[in-house]
């Protein structure tokens, strides 16, 4: 199994290239299954993610095609075509691998009256509930039914008829697939209390471009007129602002200048408004970010929030960054409830911090010392990365195919800002 080996110290400097988000791609792809006309999607980032999803669309029927890529090309353009569904199912031996893969059970519903999902997997960070998006289909009139470890859900007559889906928390997951089941129904669905996130105005706006009817973008209230059918579409998935976010950390951690280059600075505010109360410079041009880091990093006060507030898969990357501020800082997780699984490997890095239910408070330290850690989820390896490039000597961290889940070429574009850092072997 690989390792990352670093070797810390070093300052970051220049630009990294920021590519497709992760989170919208996993959204954006099983909009295929909505109609039976090709859905070419830009931008596509080289994950491990990515291409489970395409392998469970190629389980459907959905044919998908990599077009006019090259190896040193960063995006990928993919053409998904589900002509014809030959199956409604998603196995567990695909939806085991990530929790997104149960984003096929709108579109599935939507396009063929019915999906039977597997309960999914993906990181072990706490308890994910799929309730919310049960209850969205059954407002939408679908009926659902559990049984050994598979959702089956039915559309009476084989069409939603439509609804109203008030959601009594604010739910990514579940408003996009309400989304995608709703596009199609019969007749019209409010979904009120919608989640905010980019990653949802980019589906909204990739569906619209499908065919789509759908008001309210941005909004916590969505409107949809459902369409007897949806057209294809060519759309470029929106830059990873988590990703931006986690290079901003590891420029700030090792008092670089790092531009990040494609960064769009409005899906980041939360973001960018805790580096600066951080002491980090941030400088917003025209589809760029310059990060800055010449002085000590101040201790900060955060809390996880769905958008606009500060999003919970950045936690783990500013506890890493907070590790080397001058004073304590206080986290607080309010989206999951077991998203502290770094803090013992951070601590066996020299780290000094202390949980409490859903808090952390970070004693910022004189230095942390390399060691070898382990993975233990996505968002999670990150901040392991970021912790490895200010340590003195030598940090080996396991289980990175975590990390392949989530970040492209990770140590290709570190090692292009002066990161002595490398993927190794077993063998």
């Given at each position: 199994?690989?390792?990352?080996?670093?070797?810390?110290?070093?300052?970051?400097?220049?630009?990294?290239?920021?590519?497709?988000?992760?989170?919208?791609?996993?959204?954006?792809?099983?909009?295929?299954?909505?109609?039976?006309?090709?859905?070419?999607?830009?931008?596509?980032?080289?994950?491990?993610?990515?291409?489970?999803?395409?392998?469970?669309?190629?389980?459907?029927?959905?044919?998908?095609?990599?077009?006019?890529?090259?190896?040193?090309?960063?995006?990928?353009?993919?053409?998904?075509?589900?002509?014809?569904?030959?199956?409604?199912?998603?196995?567990?031996?695909?939806?085991?691998?990530?929790?997104?893969?149960?984003?096929?059970?709108?579109?599935?519903?939507?396009?063929?009256?019915?999906?039977?999902?597997s309960l999914p997997g993906g990181?072990?960070?706490?308890?994910?509930?799929?309730?919310?998006?049960?209850?969205?289909?059954?407002?939408?009139?679908?009926?659902?039914?559990?049984?050994?470890?598979?959702?089956?859900?039915?559309?009476?007559?084989?069409?939603?008829?439509?609804?109203?889906?008030?959601?009594?928390?604010?739910?990514?997951?579940?408003?996009?697939?309400?989304?995608?089941?709703?596009?199609?129904?019969?007749?019209?669905?409010?979904?009120?209390?919608?989640?905010?996130?980019?990653?949802?105005?980019?589906?909204?706006?990739?569906?619209?471009?499908?065919?789509?009817?759908?008001?309210?973008?941005?909004?916590?209230?969505?409107?949809?007129?459902?369409?007897?059918?949806?057209?294809?579409?060519?759309?470029?998935?929106?830059?990873?602002?988590?990703?931006?976010?986690?290079?901003?950390?590891?420029?700030?951690?090792?008092?670089?200048?790092?531009?990040?280059?494609?960064?769009?600075?409005?899906?980041?505010?939360?973001?960018?408004?805790?580096?600066?109360?951080?002491?980090?410079?941030?400088?917003?041009?025209?589809?760029?970010?310059?990060?800055?880091?010449?002085?000590?990093?101040?201790?900060?006060?955060?809390?996880?929030?769905?958008?606009?507030?500060?999003?919970?898969?950045?936690?783990?990357?500013?506890?890493?960054?907070?590790?080397?501020?001058?004073?304590?800082?206080?986290?607080?997780?309010?989206?999951?409830?077991?998203?502290?699984?770094?803090?013992?490997?951070?601590?066996?890095?020299?780290?000094?911090?202390?949980?409490?239910?859903?808090?952390?408070?970070?004693?910022?330290?004189?230095?942390?010392?390399?060691?070898?850690?382990?993975?233990?989820?996505?968002?999670?390896?990150?901040?392991?990365i970021i912790a490895g490039l200010?340590?003195?000597?030598?940090?080996?961290?396991?289980?990175?195919?975590?990390?392949?889940?989530?970040?492209?070429?990770?140590?290709?574009?570190?090692?292009?800002?002066?990161?002595?850092?490398?993927?190794?072997?077993?063998?």
């Amino acid at each position: 199994m690989d390792r990352i080996l670093i070797r810390g110290g070093n300052r970051l400097q220049g630009r990294i290239f920021i590519s497709g988000a992760k989170n919208a791609a996993l959204t954006l792809m099983p909009c295929a299954l909505l109609t039976d006309e090709p859905l070419t999607l830009r931008n596509l980032p080289r994950l491990a993610d990515v291409d489970s999803f395409g392998h469970l669309l190629n389980q459907l029927g959905a044919s998908t095609a990599i077009e006019g890529s090259r190896p040193e090309d960063f995006g990928r353009v993919m053409t998904i075509r589900a002509g014809r569904l030959t199956s409604t199912e998603a196995p567990y031996d695909i939806v085991r691998k990530m929790r997104a893969s149960i984003l096929v059970l709108g579109p599935l519903i939507g396009r063929a009256g019915e999906a039977t999902v597997s309960l999914p997997g993906g990181c072990a960070i706490g308890n994910r509930p799929i309730d919310l998006h049960l209850k969205a289909m059954e407002a939408m009139g679908a009926e659902i039914e559990l049984a050994a470890g598979y959702v089956k859900a039915v559309a009476p007559g084989g069409r939603l008829p439509g609804g109203r889906v008030s959601f009594p928390v604010v739910s990514v997951g579940a408003t996009e697939n309400a989304l995608m089941a709703a596009v199609t129904a019969r007749g019209g669905t409010v979904i009120e209390n919608a989640a905010r996130e980019p990653e949802i105005v980019d589906l909204c706006n990739c569906l619209v471009a499908m065919g789509a009817s759908i008001s309210g973008i941005g909004t916590e209230t969505l409107e949809i007129e459902g369409r007897d059918r949806l057209h294809g579409a060519t759309y470029a998935v929106m830059p990873d602002r988590i990703e931006a976010g986690s290079y901003a950390c590891a420029a700030a951690i090792t008092g670089g200048s790092v531009e990040l280059a494609g960064a769009e600075a409005n899906d980041m505010r939360a973001t960018i408004a805790a580096l600066v109360e951080a002491g980090v410079s941030v400088e917003e041009g025209k589809g760029s970010i310059k990060v800055s880091a010449d002085g000590p990093l101040r201790p900060i006060t955060l809390s996880t929030a769905p958008f606009p507030g500060f999003a919970t898969d950045m936690q783990a990357q500013f506890m890493a960054m907070l590790c080397k501020a001058d004073g304590a800082s206080v986290l607080t997780e309010t989206i999951f409830e077991n998203r502290y699984m770094h803090v013992p490997e951070l601590a066996r890095m020299g780290a000094d911090i202390t949980v409490t239910g859903r808090s952390a408070v970070v004693r910022g330290v004189a230095g942390l010392v390399g060691a070898q850690v382990m993975a233990t989820d996505l968002r999670a390896s990150m901040s392991l990365i970021i912790a490895g490039l200010a340590a003195e000597g030598e940090t080996q961290v396991s289980r990175v195919y975590h990390l392949d889940r989530g970040y492209e070429r990770l140590e290709e574009k570190l090692s292009a800002v002066g990161a002595d850092i490398e993927r190794i072997g077993d063998g």
